[in-house]
């Protein structure tokens, strides 16, 4: 049955007496394109009062058609959208079928497919009804419903609607584990380009907001939760002292201030708190100090796009000039913190011309300034025909996609940074082998590495080793010389490893440490690779030449 | 080699056939051990588990008794002599299917009273790699199972979860549950062992073991049941992405025999399997 109704003088074609689980269809058909549908980051038990509890590594509840996990009941509350977003199925100019849900209903499905065990939580996120504060209201009104009226003590991430209003977002906070804002795309440009009705302010301000929210409700009024992500974590270890040792020095130097220079110091906690590591790098510290802040560089290259918005994230207003993040009082059933889960972002890959390099370095930085839990990337898909879209041959560039992720591993747990990956003169990740084997034959002077001596990190550095063999070998050394049928054994790749490391002084078989040579080999032993990637005639010589060919010619096989 | 080749000639290997639970293993690790033979010579096994009965030349075989009292004074020493981890460590080796876990177990052990705790490192040991593989395999399995587990709800209100896992995990999934849903009547049933945990709201759960026809009775759904499962089954269907649907991926995620008993791979609108 259709309806035309006037809302807010705009005359729109109403769907009505819609089924639950015809809303259900549509609504989840919207939200597909969502990525990020993790469940982890906060442990909390369950109690006699509620229903429901969180774990922290997350759990997977099932797996999709296209392999991705299923862990949230992952819907939007309404795809009535006001915005016009090109690469969007539900922009305002497409005729689809348009519906809401009711608070009510998100909470009945959310509630009944918990309790027989089908979802984690719930993943709300949103077109925008009417005006973002409109749609912000009723988000917090079901997460409200949600949690008080239903005892729902599971899992919610939730969606912070760029332009609503700060104490609504805060709101949501309360009642959420994790919270989002998508970046959308990479760069301003593409954001202008695409979705014109966006601005980059008013994504990365509820961005700061959240990160604010997360810092204060657990310094300032004691509260669980604004546990690091693996970033922050990596980074902190890799100033050489254990994670143990540098909270206790954080601990007696806040314990020796004054009250006046605590609270300068919590106004300030930008400094006290994020990307410490990384500005102790950047005073002059280790590893690399022209890397360290990768925005520098940028800009001194010519890639004006991504300077500019690493610029507008380093711009985007530090905690100081807030007077107080927080202004909302918590709820009383919220027994945590706020988004005690953290907060994550994502970005479309491939549907404008940034390269590689530009998307790592943006996800780097945010990693840095906003102490984001995770960055997700989503390969683009064309649901609409318009003209400021791409045409990727290949359908949706997955492998890039993979390569992005892998890539992202290695900057969150591995200790890499965006600057050692690509470089302005190769902008983008080699198609054929993962951003580690490639690093680690571009830099063969470090190799191979000793087995029975190497530290934690340059271990992280071989190729086949991850951080549970790292971690694994470093134990396991203390009472055994290893050989390596015992790494194996631990878990390393040796197909992998085999090139770039040596037990008690000997490589496993004669190799040459040649560049060329280990890449025929590896990639003998590699991933499987889409079938017109495949051949045997292959030598890095011609392989070269795919870095030029694009992205677009990257398709199928690994996601 | 020689040696030893002497060795086990002089001196039979001892072989003690224990039964496969934690407490006949238990019992034949304090039968073994008591006799002070000498550890190099003691080998426990499982007999349910293997496949094939072959004795072997050169072993005397022993058959365990289970005796609840050595059992728990076999787990007593190891909590308070070593650590509660590795005995965390060893229940959950204990519960694999693994043939060799007696025998793992007990060699580990014998490092432990040596080591301490950090024998639980000492990797490139092929007992204490076996129980770390084990230990490994069982966590994953029920990590696993506590994502695919599925609930229905029956006609007399009492929500049912069937699994048939590889691993004895029972006993390890339900406490998860127990702590999510405290305020549901619960049955989680394993199908291949026909052992059920039962849990009441408010209530710790109790194990039993049940028989198929007395779990038939929870296992008719009510059409509002059916509905909800109908709900699910949709969102299963629609939240994938055609353009990347990548069947073997899923199937690496998630092996084909974890779901016998998931709702969103049943025919839409069965009632029962």
Redesign the interface.
Known sequence: MKDNRVVDGMSVIYQENLS??QK??IL??A???DVACTSSGVER?????D???S?A?G?????????????L??ILFTNECIYDCKYCLNRSSNDVVRTSFTPEEVCT?TM??Y????I?GLFLSSGILRTPNYTMEQIVKTLRLLREEHHFN?YIHCKAIPGADPSLVEMAGWYADRMSVNLELPTAEGLRALAPHKNRKNILLPMRKIQNGIEESQEVLGMTGGNKGAYWHTRRRLEGKSIAAKQKEDATNFALQSPQEKAQLRLDSGVLEQGRAAMRRMEGGSLSAQESMPHVDLQTSGLTGTAATLQEVHNTPARSAYSKALSVIPPKMVRHGFAPAGQSTQMIIGATPESDFEVISVAEALYQKFDLKRVFYS?F?RVNDDSALPVLAG??P?LREHRMYQADWLLRYYGFEAGELLSKERPNFNILMDPKCNWAVGHLEEFPVEISTADYFTLLRVPGIGPKSAR?IV??R?????DFK?LK??GVVLKRALYFITCSGHMMYPTKIEETYIIRQLLNTEEKLPAHLRGDSFTYQQLSLFDYLGDGTAAG?I? | MQTELENAVSKPIRVYQCENSIEGILSGIYQAWSKAYGHKYIRLSVPDLEESANLEFFCEYFEVTPIPEQAEKVAGTIRNRISVKVYETMIHALLSNRPDKADAVYHMLVGAFRYGESILEHLAEPAVQAVFEMNRYVGNEAHLYNGFLRFEESVNGVMLARFQPINDLLEVVTPHFENRFSRENFIIYDTGRQKAAFHRAGYPFVVREVTEAEMQQFMHCSERELQFQQFWQTFFETIAIAERENPKLQRNMMPLHYRKYMTEFKKRGEKNR
């Open positions: 639950i689980e259900l269809r989840s058909d939200a597909k394109y038990a369950g109690n006699a009062t229903i429901g509890n774990v590594t759990i997977c509840h099932s797996f999709a058609a296209d392999g991705r996990c299923i862990s009941l992952k499905l009944e497919f309790r027989r065990n089908y984690e599971g390969a898909v359908g949706p997955l694994r134990e396991a203390k009472s055994a010389v290893l015992a054994k631990l096989g996601a």
